[in-house]
T-cell receptor, first 117, second 115 residues
């Protein structure tokens, strides 16, 4: 079974400093990996996805993530945090049940990003 | 706005009540999902409907009963719930296609409190 581990429940940064949110995955085959963001009182929004193409994936709002198979990691980074980045971030791995056509998503426990002025 | 709406946004109910959550998508998708988001736990997939047929039922108690009358609407009927069922219930939709990832679009959720 696939799983993801988000190593930090909370990360605090100052505005303008780099962001690093860590994620490790467990998968028996080449996985599809994603980062979703959830702002207060909003639904989840896809930030970026890795589906076996380029290992460095660029997403929305300046975020990017690098797939490292040797480390089984998919960490999310941003060079400079903005106040509007404060939210909950979820690392997600996809299970693709055979012959169903839908993606079964397995979520991490989330990392809350706090951005101070 | 993601194109997926959920009503009500907040619901408080007693353990003997019967209520329903509604989800509607305006994206032309043909798969819909119910997730449960509890505090300090990962999102849990509850049900999946693909082309209006239920294709996944993740060992959810029978006090939760889903209904998908057409590809745009999804309901979650609730009866005799327990306080531990209090959570944020999220609806999502996507296109069905093999061989590629099809993004799931999420609604804002219904915050359910069971007294």
């Amino acid at each position: 079974a696939q799983s993801v581990t988000q190593l930090d429940s909370h990360v605090s940064v100052s505005e303008g400093t780099p962001v690093l949110l860590r994620c490790n995955y467990s998968s028996s085959y080449s996985p599809s990996l994603f980062w979703y963001v959830q702002h207060p009182n909003k639904g989840l929004q896809l930030l970026l996805k890795y589906t076996s193409a380029a290992t460095l994936v660029k997403g929305i709002n300046g975020f990017e993530a690098e797939f490292k198979k040797s480390e089984t990691s998919f960490h999310l980074t941003k060079p400079s945090a903005h106040m509007s980045d404060a939210a909950e971030y979820f690392c997600v791995v996809s299970e693709n049940p055979m012959n169903t056509g839908f993606q079964k998503l397995v979520f991490g426990t989330g990392t809350r990003l706090l951005v101070s002025p | 706005e993601t194109g997926v709406t959920q009503t009500p946004r907040h619901l408080v109910m007693g353990m003997t009540n019967k209520k329903s959550l509604k989800c509607e998508q305006h994206l032309g998708h043909n798969a819909m999902y119910w997730y449960k988001q509890s505090a300090k736990k990962p999102l849990e997939l509850m049900f999946v409907y693909s082309l209006e047929e239920r294709v996944e039922n993740n060992s959810v108690p029978s006090r939760f009963s889903p209904e998908c009358p057409n590809s745009s609407h999804l309901f979650l009927h609730l009866h005799t719930l327990q306080p531990e069922d209090s959570a944020l219930y999220l609806c999502a939709s996507s296109l069905i296609a093999r061989g590629d990832y099809n993004e799931q679009f999420f609604g804002p959720g219904t915050r359910l409190t069971v007294l």
